[in-house]
């Protein structure tokens, strides 16, 4: 039987920030090709490509993501602790399902599916493109540091560029031209005067000030300011679009970017639940069952230079994936 602290390092030991996961997919692929699974690979762009492994299908799959978020981590076995990038997010978790799926196949249970999909953590181009594949099962356990409880729900989300433009002049001469920054300097910081919505499960809505760009020299008035927030969502969206414009009217324009909507998920008895405040890509793969969200690890430690996963919560894993599965298969 496969040691899943083994399994992990040996994916951790491969480069695969989004972009550039053929590493990951190659091993994976041929892990499940001998163990014999029926494996296809999806080609998202050139040298990336998902991973599909069936065999009966019309049950369970269990699904994360290969890529990393940037800079590469080599692994490390310190202590009960496996460090390394994605130790936590999202290759431990790989591991365990890969781990959990085979000794169900073993056991003779093969309705069971193994998903793996590249570049959630940049755009989710993987899972968007996964979708697309004749998904049978009726079940969908997606894979993300929850510190091991089945997640009740998660927040959406809702990119906003805020944009404001001046004019530009020599700044010898600055009345001659007007300035696209002051103005943002003075309207962000109002943007936490906003009555955001509450829910009961999910919590408080919250957001984030990410970045503000400004200008282009010391030496000259600046003509266009742009500040990118992040909102994480726990209704619909529309009404919280409608109070940024009735806030920005007259002073900023609005760009929305990329949304996805506030989720519920299925749990199970015996398991610890909470909601999370994350984002995954189960609203990108709504053809692939009814979604449940667990992994072992925290997010807490994930994209940070000391990402980890406790080696006996990877372990302890194993075995909730192949309980969750005979759960779901037995309903």
């Not at 083994?6 to 990951?24: F, M, R």
């Not at 193994?114 to 594949?133: I, M, P, Q, T, Y």
């Amino acid at each position: 039987m496969t040691d899943v602290v083994a399994l992990a390092a040996e994916l951790l030991a491969i480069q695969s920030t989004s972009g550039a996961e053929s590493g990951a997919v190659d091993f994976v692929s041929r892990w499940l090709v001998a163990g014999g699974w029926n494996v296809e690979l999806q080609q998202v762009a050139p040298g990336r490509a998902n991973v599909w492994a069936t065999r009966d299908g019309h049950g369970v799959t269990l699904s994360t993501h290969l890529d990393t978020v940037p800079p590469y981590v080599s692994p490390r076995l310190e202590g009960n602790r496996l460090y390394g990038r994605g130790s936590c997010d999202a290759k431990g978790i790989a591991a365990a399902m890969m781990v959990a799926a085979q000794q169900l196949a073993e056991a003779g249970e093969h309705r069971v599916d193994l998903l793996f999909v590249v570049g959630e953590e940049k755009n989710s181009d993987g899972a968007r493109a996964a979708n697309h594949l004749p998904a049978t099962s009726k079940w969908l356990i997606n894979g993300e540091p929850t510190e091991s409880k089945l997640a009740s729900g998660a927040k959406g989300s809702q990119r906003v560029i805020i944009r404001t433009r001046g004019r530009a002049a020599h700044s010898a001469y600055a009345h001659l031209g007007e300035s696209a920054i002051e103005p943002m300097l003075g309207l962000l910081p109002t943007i936490h005067d906003i009555d955001l919505p509450s829910d009961p499960v999910l919590g408080a809505t919250t957001l984030n000030i990410g970045t503000v760009h400004g200008g282009t020299e010391a030496n000259i008035v600046p003509a266009l300011c742009e500040a990118e927030v992040m909102f994480r969502l726990v209704q619909d969206v529309t009404p919280l679009r409608a109070q940024l414009v009735r806030w920005a009217e007259g002073r900023a324009e609005l760009d929305w970017g990329s949304h996805i909507p506030p989720q519920r998920f299925h749990t199970l008895p015996g398991f610890d639940t909470a909601p999370v405040a994350y984002t995954s890509d189960i609203p990108l793969l709504d053809r692939w069952g009814t979604p449940l969200l667990f992994g072992p690890g925290s997010i807490t430690v994930a994209h940070t230079p000391d990402e980890f996963v406790e080696i006996g919560e990877l372990r302890r894993a194993v075995d909730a994936y192949v309980r969750m599965t005979r759960a779901l298969l037995n309903s």
